[in-house]
């Protein structure tokens, strides 16, 4: 993929979102007030939630914030290729994009590549405040696995999110892909407490969320050194996800396009 | 090279039924050849422009570029064509005039050097406003100006111009009309198809016309030559007699 047509999607990407200083600040504001609050929910809950936390380290505020602050992936693989394609219909730039010799894995990574990178400097915010401010202890981390969870989680996401921007493409708005992930990651993703403490059949069908699997092995991998091995049935469960959220978000995509192009929708919004 | 649009249908779906926009459009445009595509509002200009632009797919029929359809290899198609819509807001309000175009140059492999060399080509051609303008403090016709930067800055040697000269000054239209008749047209070889509903405008850009009205071609041919077969030619009636409705309006040659 020529890294010449990704860098002007990304320059732009930036210069537009740099324009908008206020903003940036209070996104840096927003992690520094969600890691507070959290700091404080776990003084709360203190040492009474460590039977529940004994896989993940016992600490509540390690546990919840590496939930938040690697949630925010989950947000940006799911929403940023439908989010960029309905601010390309919403400006009118969206024809003038699809004249161009642009493949299609070419927009969609290139219209999300910003994104990406700023949930990375927010992940990166998020666990440098918790070090540096509240104490958050990462010194048994293993970096590896925990990188490779971390890509097969943007993988399995954006494949996901390729198909909520099929459902943007064809219904403009309404996207069951992002609210039926988001919702099932809430409940059962393990983001705000461990799936431990679900029911058996709540148990069980959080298997079938990628954010479970996500936030375990890299709670793992960070909180607990765990190695390749002990992430092993979360590393497969990921690639999983993501070998059929691709296609079928390329082929949800591919027929959207084709259909708007047939009924002349594809600029509306 | 040359391209021809070959029985092209093309309807959209609307609570009243399925909406016939084209009905069995051909024509044939050569390489050099400078042509204007009139018709009044709602007559499928538009339409017909996109569908030559792979924006849209034919329900039938099929268009072809140098004999290969345009719509089997996109990828081949917005390589050769350059397109200007009609809808002057399609930039990044937040972007200077030069990020704007920049961003399109890179989506169109030209090379740093290429593009910096084309930008400066068409300042000076199309009196683009300064560089570091925030494409939202422009008039509207420096947003028309930009459009045709954008649909010309990979050089193709197929120009497909929707409305261009909306929102510009005389000096500049003419300047225009020299352009496109002259530069790209005879000296550049290049297809231009031009949108236009302004007959004055398209008598000084072109003897060849293309009408529409009602979704069908209702005249192919050169207007110097319907002139000199009719003295008493007036181009408003001669226009409003192509467009009349279906029923008593005289067909396409």
């Known amino acids: 993929m020529p890294t010449r047509i990704l860098w002007a999607f990304f320059r732009r990407d930036f210069t537009i979102h740099t324009s908008y200083r206020l903003g ?52 940006v693989g799911l929403n940023s290729f ?73 993988i399995a996401f954006m494949g996901l999110g390729v198909l909520a921007a099929a459902f943007i493409m064809r219904f403009k708005r309404g996207n069951p892909v992002t609210w039926l992930v988001v919702t099932a990651s809430e409940l059962l993703g393990g983001v705000y407490f461990p799936v431990e403490i679900l029911p058996g059949w709540l148990k069980s069908l959080s298997r079938f969320v990628p954010m479970t699997h996500a936030l375990t092995g890299l709670r793992k991998c960070l909180l607990m050194g765990a190695g390749w091995g002990e992430v ?10 993501a070998l059929a959220a691709w296609p079928l978000g390329l082929w949800g995509f591919s027929a959207a396009l084709k259909r708007a192009r047939a009924d002349g929708s594809l600029g509306h919004y | 090279m040359d391209l021809v649009v070959s029985h092209a249908f093309k309807q959209f779906p609307s609570s009243a039924g399925p909406k016939k926009i084209l009905k069995d459009i051909s ?13 009044p509002n709602g007559s499928g200009k538009t339409t017909l422009l996109k569908t030559i632009a792979t924006l849209l797919s034919p329900d039938g029929g099929e268009v072809l570029l140098d004999g290969k359809s345009v719509h089997s290899d996109t990828l081949r198609t917005r390589r050769l064509l350059g397109f200007a819509s009609s809808e002057e807001h399609s930039f990044y309000g937040r972007l200077t005039v ?22 400066d080509e068409l300042k000076n051609v199309l009196d683009l406003p300064a560089p570091e303008t925030p494409f939202r403090q422009l008039s509207a016709g420096q947003k028309q100006k930009l459009l045709l930067a954008r649909a010309v800055l990979h050089d193709p ?12 000054d005389p000096a500049f239209l003419a300047r225009f009309r020299t352009l496109a008749t002259e530069e790209w047209g005879e000296r550049r070889k290049k297809i231009v198809l031009i949108s236009t509903h302004h007959l004055e405008d398209a008598l000084k850009i072109s003897d060849r016309w293309l009408v529409i009205s009602e979704g069908r071609l209702r005249f192919d041919g050169s207007v110097s030559a319907v002139k000199r077969a009719d003295p008493a030619f007036a181009v408003d009636s001669f226009f409003q007699k192509l467009t009349a409705p279906e029923e008593g309006g005289p067909r396409a040659d």
């Not at chain 1, 992690?31 to 016992?58: E, I, R």
């Not at chain 1, 914030?65 to 992936?73: E, M, P, R, V």
């Open chain 1, 24 to 75: 940036f600040a209070i996104d840096l504001l927003g992690v520094f007030f969600s890691a507070a609050t959290f700091y404080f929910v776990a003084k709360m809950v203190g040492p009474s939630a460590m039977p529940l936390l004994k896989n993940y380290g016992g600490d509540y505020f390690a546990f919840v914030l590496i939930g938040i602050a690697f949630s925010t992936y989950q947000n």
């Open chain 1, 82 to 154: 439908a989010q960029s394609l309905r601010q390309e219909q919403f400006i009118n730039t969206l024809e003038p994009l699809l004249l161009t010799p642009v493949t299609l894995p070419q927009f969609l990574l290139g219209s999300s590549l910003w994104d990406f990178l700023y949930a990375t400097a927010q992940v990166g915010f998020y666990l440098a405040l918790g070090m540096v401010v509240f104490g958050l202890r990462l010194a048994e981390a293993n970096v590896g696995p925990a990188g490779a969870v971390l890509v097969l989680t943007l």
């Open chain 1, 232 to 241: 092993l049935p979360q590393l497969t469960a990921l690639a999983l996800f």
């Open chain 2, 27 to 39: 024509f044939r445009v050569t390489a050099g050849e400078v042509v204007c595509l009139l018709g």
């Open chain 2, 98 to 119: 030069w990020g704007n175009l920049r961003f399109y140059a890179q989506l169109h492999a030209l090379s740093p050097a290429r593009w910096k060399a084309r930008y």
């Open chain 2, 157 to 168: 040697p197929v120009l497909i111009l929707d409305e261009p000269s909306q929102h510009l």
